[in-house]
């Protein structure tokens, strides 16, 4: 059983259209963090979301962490073929372990 | 600064074979973490070392094992590679695991067992 399930698990949109992905799980966690692969690349941070219905912003991303703290989504306007890419939320277990979720694989076509 | 950096990029062995992959951390960062990650799959958390000392594990067999060294980069071992090994093993530094910290991950090596 996964931690942490992501849908959808890919993503085929054209340029301009918006999206929305998501990172859901049954227990609560203290914080929350999403990264985008890119291949041949390690993933990068994108965002931490801390706080039970907190909401971030990073130019067209953004990501929100439920009330609950057991959720997040990363929504993306107007993608552009550059979000193209693996999309990676994960979770702080314990004091040293990062446990990921599944991914959202995106593709964006021009 | 430098980033995180692997070596080598791709590797091919065979079952039964061991193999070593490198990793130097960014300047300054005392703790490696490495993963694996499967084709179409997450990172899973294999081990962490802080200050040379293993510092927690995933769950993964004792096959798997880690050195980091004074200047802190760090070595990951597997012994009697199956098949279940191909995947891209990633390292990532942070500057301390005490910390909510931000873990800087390397490009990855690419490890094939045929």
């Known amino acids: 059983t996964q931690l942490l399930e992501q849908s959808p698990q890919f993503l085929s949109i054209q340029e301009g259209e918006n999206l929305t992905v998501y990172c859901n799980s049954s227990?609560?966690?203290?914080?929350l963090q999403w990264y985008r692969q890119e291949p041949g690349e390690g993933p990068v941070l994108l965002v931490t979301?801390?706080?039970?219905?907190e909401v971030k912003k990073l130019k067209r991303l953004t990501f929100q962490f439920g009330d609950a703290r057991k959720d997040s989504s990363l929504h993306i306007t107007a993608a552009q073929p550059g979000d193209t890419g693996l999309y990676l939320c994960a979770v702080r277990s314990g004091t040293y372990k990062y446990i990921f979720g599944t991914g959202t694989r995106l593709k964006v076509l021009a | 600064e430098t980033g995180v950096t692997q070596s080598p990029t791709h590797l091919i062995k065979t079952r039964g074979q061991q193999v070593t992959l490198r990793c130097s951390s960014q300047s300054g960062h005392n703790t490696v973490s490495w993963y694996q990650q499967a084709l179409g799959q997450g990172p899973q958390f294999i081990f962490q070392y802080y200050r040379e000392e293993e510092n927690g594990r995933g769950n993964f067999p004792p096959r798997f094992s880690g050195l980091q060294f004074p200047n802190y980069s760090s070595e990951l071992n597997v012994n009697a590679l199956e098949l279940d090994d191909s995947a891209l093993y990633l390292c990532?530094?942070?500057?301390?695991?005490?910390?909510?910290?931000?873990?800087?991950f390397g490009p990855g090596t690419r490890l094939t067992v045929l």
């Open positions: 990532a530094s942070s500057l301390d695991f005490r910390g909510v910290d931000t873990q800087y």
């Open positions: 979301v801390v706080t039970g219905g």
């Open positions: 227990s609560v966690f203290s914080s």
